[in-house]
């Protein structure tokens, strides 16, 4: 069995190889495309960049970058004035690096420029993308198509708490000077970066679930450059904003170019300020007919009134003059009325007084007269019963008990007829008792406490008595109006 000689390498004669093949063989820079995981900052003004790249948010490279403090100054001022924005951890960028390997450190890139075109490029590239997809999909308009309310009140509102977007929102809807109120509910999410789009959805969602509390939903956030508005391209964010049930406003405050979030929301402003404006404005476009109808009807009103309480006191006036015009008349014709029923009263109650004294005095006479007649009659009865024999005495004396009979039959009849009779005449004359007058709502007028003549006319301030039934009436005569035909 032969042997064989191992061929031994230090670790540093390794490295020495590898660091010599790799100068020989990238000699020269590249231009690499990856995500800036993480930038690493130094003290120092060194940065030490971790790079990655992902296919379908996987992982399947990583390398260590370096960027030297006179690199790294002048990288960052060219990448803010064209980006508007500083390089932040997150982005894919387009690296110019050399490819370098120590034998301590092992392999990096070194990072040599980074082309801020690319970056803006690649954010074109998303948006156009997810344009054209919600297009396709007929999402596109949605949001816009939904109905906005008259007052937008209950407004949720998704941001940052330590926002200053946040802050000048509320800034101009809480404080304006007519006096509009609101209610909002902050629902906190990030709104920069990779993690901005899962946050923002995952609000949307749970406002989604209690819409019928709110009207609208607002997405605010403080200013910035186009890369960290990266996120509001993302094709399933803005799917969610499109889709959602309720009009979404966005003022995520830049000036550049617009992103697909806020295309497709029912409105955007390019500030949180302008937003809340909007909202003011909305108040003020209701509220302005409104207050000037309020004056009109106000106005319409106050004439109505004017008018009706003009005609009123007119009718008022009228009224009164009519009523006691009427009442003048009809006060005259009462004492007139008066007048009559007392004379007539007087003049019947004497004639029935008379008619009954005379019949009285008849009825007496009568009385007599018959009584008279029929005591005549029994005496010559008597007599001649007397004279009469013994045997027709009976039959004379059945004779006169049948008279006598008669006599108080009689009697009794007539009594009764002319009783009747003068109860009949009694109650004439009830009727005719000035009592009984002034029951059916007659009065009696007296003239310093003398009955009225029509033909004495009373004076001013004389004391007039108007007697009813149940009570009487006293007053002055302050006014006499003559009747007229």
């Known amino acids: 069995m032969t042997s064989s000689v191992k061929e031994i390498y230090t670790l540093k ?87 370098v390997y120590h034998p301590v450190y092992g392999l990096s890139l070194d990072i040599v420029d980074i082309d801020p075109s690319f970056t803006l490029g690649e954010l074109h590239k998303e948006r156009e993308e997810t344009i ?155 509220a302005v007919p409104v207050n000037d109808s309020l004056k009109v009807i106000k106005n319409k009103v106050q004439s109505v009134f004017k008018l009706s309480k003009e005609t009123f006191q007119s009718e008022i006036k009228m009224f009164r003059q009519v009523s006691i015009t009427r009442f003048m008349n009809e006060s005259n014709k009462l004492k007139d009325l008066t007048q009559k029923v007392l004379h007539e009263v007087k003049h019947k109650m004497k004639s029935q007084q008379n008619d009954v004294v005379r019949f009285s005095e008849w009825i007496q006479v009568q009385v007599q007269n018959f009584n008279q007649k029929e005591h005549l009659q029994l005496s010559l009865l ?8 013994t045997n027709q005495k009976p039959f004379f ?11 108080i039959f009689h009697s009794k009849n007539y009594f009764i007829q002319k009783e009747q009779t003068l109860k009949e005449k009694e109650q004439v004359v009830n009727l005719l008792n000035p009592q009984n007058i002034l029951k059916r709502g007659y ?25 009813t039934y149940s009570y009487t009436l006293k007053t002055k005569l302050i006014k006499i109006n003559k009747n007229e035909e």
């Open 397 to 407: 004396m059945a004779k006169v008990d049948q008279v006598q009979k008669n006599l």
């Open 13 to 99: 004669q390794v490295a020495n190889s590898i660091q010599k093949t790799l100068q020989e063989r990238y000699n020269r820079t590249y231009w690499v495309k990856a995500e800036m995981h993480k930038l690493n900052f130094t003290m120092k003004g060194h940065c030490y960049p971790e790079l990655v790249y992902k296919e379908n948010d996987i992982i399947v490279a990583e390398m260590r970058g370096q960027i030297w403090k006179t690199n790294f100054e002048r990288i960052m001022d060219t990448f803010s004035k064209v980006v508007k924005e500083p390089i932040q951890d997150g982005m894919l960028l387009l690296f110019e690096v050399k490819i």
């Open 443 to 467: 009065v009696i007028p007296l003239v310093n406490g003398k009955i009225l003549i029509e033909n004495k006319l009373p004076q001013i301030n004389d004391e007039i008595e108007l007697i």
């Open 132 to 286: 054209n997809r919600l297009e396709k999909e007929g999402l596109f308009y949605k949001n816009h198509q939904l109905s906005f309310p008259l007052l937008p009140q209950r407004i949720a509102v998704i941001s940052v708490e330590s926002s200053k977007g946040l802050s000048d929102f509320y800034s101009i809807t809480k404080s304006n000077t007519w006096g509009y109120t609101f209610f909002f509910m902050l629902f906190q999410a990030q709104l920069n970066g990779d993690g901005a789009v899962l946050s923002i959805i995952s609000q949307l969602k749970r406002i989604e679930k209690v819409k019928t509390h709110f009207d609208a939903v607002v997405i605010v956030r403080g200013g910035g450059g186009e890369i960290g508005l990266s996120c509001y391209n993302n094709y399933a964010l803005s799917k969610s904003i499109a889709t959602f049930p309720l009009p979404i406003l966005t003022g995520i405050g830049h000036s550049t170019n617009v992103t697909v979030a806020e295309l497709v929301a029912h409105k955007s402003a390019i500030t949180p300020t302008e937003l809340g404006e909007f909202l003011i404005q909305r108040f003020h476009n209701f």
């Open 382 to 389: 008597q007599k001649q019963l007397m004279n009469w024999n």
